[in-house]
């Protein structure tokens, strides 16, 4: 997959009332209208995409029409259709839609069609799709499935006449977790004040507290959901509330709302199978079966507060690595203390006079091209990533607290870091360990010179205007979040006791020396105006996956040295695709670059361009 700039204003939403009952909605996976990514063969061939539609709210509506984007000219797509069929099958290996099937129009990347009479939506669920024939490759026409990531089963089906033979769940299988965004048009009945509920899976709560746990609610009513009364059970803990929205659930099928609801204090700690039942919505008794719910809601001495790990892996000479150090500052803005980053510099694209402290097999993960990064080193990703993957992170719950203090360099220059851990449960072989990181932020260096591959690109924004349209060298940057001590980076055995009690701290005391914040070279490399502070990190000792980060106060750097340092400029690129060919600067796709560095020296290194 890879970004597209255009975007479909899809999801599910209320379009218009057409009488006292009925209405015009829409469906997609993609809810929230996401900017959509492309997905595909990259040859000549017909597609044709399917998604499911198995809600049980929606039995019964009828499917009037469909639209969806193709990225593509209008010359290089024929043969377009929508279509609505029980199930996914082949005659003579062309699809073969059982229900009904309409020719779509094809302009200005977006595929439409209204059906000449409205199909039925079964109990059994059924499938809608589209079909068009490749005629031209071009630039995303290659790739011609609009979709976004997701983890929901039957929202990308797909077969084609050369690369996928059979019909595939290709969302769940070789894409790892992606759904179309293919918005179908229907026409929903609705009934009096009815709503169905949707509990997560696992809730928690902190004991002797009120909780309140955030409940799905899609509203198949003929008014706004503005109050509910609802009834809950927790193993022998039981109650009754009336709960006025903060923010009413609109009218409308499918119309779809997020409550935090509120419950009564468990002062007992453990697991209970809890469900949760609104009886009436708006003063009026319900009777949807949808309306029940349950979840497993644990009980816990406290709620820790997650923050999700983002590193980063980059280098001065790397013309794509803007990318990297633009998502992190906007990070920081964006999640404040929440954000613990951490960026690593690479000798593969930067002097080990420069800012590199570690070895590239000394990376927490195994980085295949620049920039990379990781979140809670669970898997490598582009930097630009960042923020889409960062609220899936932060809304798990950690298995303890992290918090860390520090000490001012003494008369030795040490400091020493403190690590409290709380956990939420007892352990008797607990496998998890500590990891401490010293990062520096406030790093400027004359002689600090960013490769810029952007300098004609198109992106906007604060930290953009640092590279857009300022040369293909930029000096004078401040950089944040830098790793300039990583000895211990992929945690210290023995720091975390096997037993465990929940609720009871566990502490750890962590000491070096400032001294020792050198680069790769031997030398310090810290101006007198950079900040310290240290990160501490609480690992899964058998995956390697950080399971909950904090990071300190800065500390005083009055005593750490400042040296200026000469860059090796490069002064002659070459380009390579992976089967050694030529290409040129604006390649798109993984790439080799070959550099030779005013020192003499030559470096051959694989990036990939977006």
């Known amino acids: 997959m890879i970004n597209m700039k255009s975007t479909i204003a899809a999801g599910v939403a209320l379009c218009c009332a057409m009488s006292a009952s009925a209405f015009e909605t829409e469906f997609s996976y993609n809810k929230n209208g996401e900017d959509y990514k492309v997905y595909g063969y990259e040859k000549k061939e017909v597609y044709d995409i399917a998604i499911k539609i198995n809600d049980p709210t929606l039995v019964g509506a009828k499917i009037t ?35 009904g099937s309409k020719a779509a129009k094809f302009d200005n990347e977006l595929l439409t ?26 630039e995303y026409s290659s790739m011609p499935i609009a979709c976004i990531e997701g983890d929901a089963p039957d929202a990308l089906w797909v077969h084609t006449s050369r690369s996928r033979l059979k019909w595939t769940d290709v969302g769940t299988t070789e894409v790892g977790g992606a759904v179309s965004v293919l918005v179908v048009k229907l026409d929903v009945n609705l009934e009096g004040n009815n709503t169905s509920i949707t ?41 009754s509330r009336k709960y006025t929205l903060p923010t009413p659930v609109p009218t409308g099928a499918q119309n779809v709302g997020t409550v935090d609801v509120p419950f009564n204090a468990i002062d007992a700690l453990g697991e209970y199978d809890m469900t949760v039942t609104i ?59 929440r954000f613990i980053g951490m960026a690593y510099h690479s000798t593969t694209y930067e002097s080990a006079a420069h800012m590199p402290v570690i070895k590239n097999a000394e990376f927490p993960i195994y980085v295949d091209g620049f920039p990379s990064g990781t979140i809670d080193r669970v898997e490598e990703m582009d930097p630009g990533y960042f923020q889409r993957e960062w609220g899936s ?20 220059h040490e400091i020493t870091a403190t690590s409290t851990l709380t956990f939420i449960k007892d352990f008797t072989d607990a496998d998890y360990k500590l990891s401490f990181t010293v990062v520096g932020d406030g790093l400027k260096n004359d002689a600090w010179k960013q490769s810029n591959y952007y300098n004609d ?10 590279f857009i349209g300022t040369g293909s060298k930029v000096s004078g940057l401040t ?84 040296v200026g340092i000469e860059a090796a400029e490069v002064v002659s690129a070459e380009y390579f695709d992976l089967l050694g060919n030529r290409v040129d600067a604006g390649y798109r796709g993984v790439r080799i670059e070959r550099l030779t560095l ?12 977006k």
């Open 65 to 99: 029409g469909l639209y969806v984007p193709i990225p593509a000219e209008n010359a290089w797509i024929t043969d377009c259709s929508g279509w609505v069929s029980t199930e996914l099958k082949l005659e003579n290996k062309v699809n073969a839609p059982n229900v």
């Open 113 to 138: 069609v209204d059906f000449d009479e409205p199909y039925t939506i079964p109990a059994e669920g059924i499938y809608v799709g589209y079909s068009f024939k490749v005629v031209e490759l071009g």
């Open 199 to 239: 509990l997560p899976a696992e809730s928690f709560a902190k004991r002797g507290d009120e909780f309140s746990i955030p409940t799905r609610f899609v509203n198949i009513g003929v008014e706004a959901i503005n109050e509910i009364e609802y009834s809950w059970t927790a193993g022998d803990y039981k109650g």
């Open 279 to 337: 009886d009436k919505v708006n003063g009026n008794a319900i009777s949807n079966p949808e309306r029940v719910s349950s979840t497993k809601l644990t009980v816990i001495p406290i709620l820790p507060v997650k923050r999700p790990l983002v590193e980063e892996f980059t280098g001065l000479l790397c013309g794509f690595c803007p990318r990297g150090y633009v998502a992190m500052e906007q990070m920081g803005d964006t999640y404040g203390d």
């Open 393 to 412: 992170y932060a809304s798990e719950m950690p298995v303890a607290e992290i918090e860390v203090s520090v000490t001012d360099p003494n008369a030795a």
């Open 457 to 466: 690109d198109y992106m906007e924004g604060d930290y953009w205007n640092l």
């Open 479 to 562: 950089f944040n979040d830098v790793v300039v001590y990583a000895k211990d980076v992929k945690g210290i055995e023995g720091s975390v006791p096997a037993r465990i009690k929940a609720g009871e701290p566990v502490t750890y005391n962590w000491t070096m020396n400032v001294d020792d914040i050198v680069n790769l070279a031997g030398k310090k490399f810290l101006n007198p105006e950079a900040k310290l502070r240290v990160v501490a990190v609480l690992l899964d000792g058998k995956t390697g996956h950080a399971i909950n980060a904090n990071t300190t106060r800065h500390l005083d750097t009055s005593g750490v040295e400042s």
């Open 598 to 609: 005013s020192d003499g020296t030559v470096r051959t290194v694989k990036t990939i361009r």
